[in-house]
């Protein structure tokens, strides 16, 4: 049950507490674990969000217990059941955790951009020193929270007053859910039909102003 410590940790795996959300293939997970008791998916569930999000798993038992939150003379009944499942799922969780650093990657890199283009003032020295931490909180917020009221209402005043061109540079925020992402759509006037589309596509990531400003029109 415990991933291999032999295996290199690369940057995305050390930097990955910094990743608020994984990706879960309902229909997947549901015909692997269909046969586990609620106390057995509960052990399953855990030790994948622990290895998710520090990118391995501990080697003694009593810690694994810990992170499974089962009582040592329920131990190896659970182990029994979920070990066969987690080396699997482990090498599944490695493609998608390498695939969501590198989305951040690419998300920090255009909020860079982003923040240089606001914050040059002489050169690039002004952007340098603050573009990195800028676009890293611009790529991904620390929690996920509703926007408020008055910053909605200004993002529709600029929407409102400038032009197209100016509007496409401003990065799209990720949302960790639909109905953020919903609420978010709504207040850039997008038509209630196309809000599911471009509320999936806002939530992994990959909705851009071109996908907006025809429903929005």
């Known amino acids: 049950m415990r991933r291999d ?32 008791s609620a106390e057995e998916f509960g052990a399953y569930e855990r030790l994948r969000r622990h290895y998710w999000q520090h990118g391995s798993l501990p080697e003694d038992d009593t810690r694994l217990m810990r992170v499974i939150g089962v009582e040592a003379d329920r131990w190896q009944g659970v182990a029994k059941a979920v070990g066969p499942l987690i080396a699997e799922g482990l090498r599944r969780l490695d493609l998608e955790r390498s695939e969501a650093a590198s989305k951040r990657e690419r998300k920090v890199a255009a909020g860079r951009k982003g923040a240089e283009a606001r914050w040059q003032i002489d050169g690039k020295t002004n952007a340098n020193a603050n573009g990195t931490t800028i676009a890293a909180a611009i790529a991904e917020p620390s929690v996920c929270q509703w926007p408020s009221a008055s910053a909605s209402e200004e993002v529709r005043y600029e929407d409102k007053v400038a032009p197209t061109p100016a509007r496409a540079r401003d990065p799209i ?17 997008v038509f209630p039909g196309d809000l599911d589309g471009l509320a999936r ?17």
């Open 201 to 217: 596509k806002m939530v992994d990531g990959d909705l851009v102003w071109s996908d907006i400003e025809p429903s929005a029109a």
């Open 5 to 36: 410590q032999g295996k290199p940790l690369d940057q995305s795996e050390v930097d990955m507490t910094d990743l608020a959300w994984m990706k879960v293939y309902i229909g997947t997970e549901t015909a692997l674990t269909g046969h586990l």
């Open 173 to 189: 925020p990720l949302f960790c859910s639909d109905a953020q992402a919903r609420q978010w759509l709504l207040a850039h006037d």
